[in-house]
């Protein structure tokens, strides 16, 4: 068994997938209409067969709370992988993204949070 798709709840589907896309650099693999709202799924560019991460709209209730209360206990929604925290952390300033925690070294892992703008704090992880 294997996660094939994972989702995160965000607030508004295209400020998100603006986001992801152009300031992560996340590749869109589905962008579907269900109803009112749209299956957009995005994978990393370097393993666009790997995990798919969902924007999973917040609109039900259980799911605006949620994520209220994971944000303002400052606790993050999900957790990236990537090769240099320090880089990723100017790159990411530099697009304006802003940061609650600068890269930290904590164990055997450096990590950095930052808002995505769509209501979760993300951490990234250099291992």
Sequence with gaps: MKVIVTSIFVQDQNKALKFYTETLGFVKK???PVGEYRWIALVSPDDQNGTELLLEPNEHPAAKEYQKKIFAEGIPATMFGIADVHEEYKRLLNQGVK????PTVMGDVTLAVFDDTCGNLIQIVQK
């Design 30 to 32: 589905h962008d579907i």
């Design 99 to 102: 940061f609650t925690i600068e």
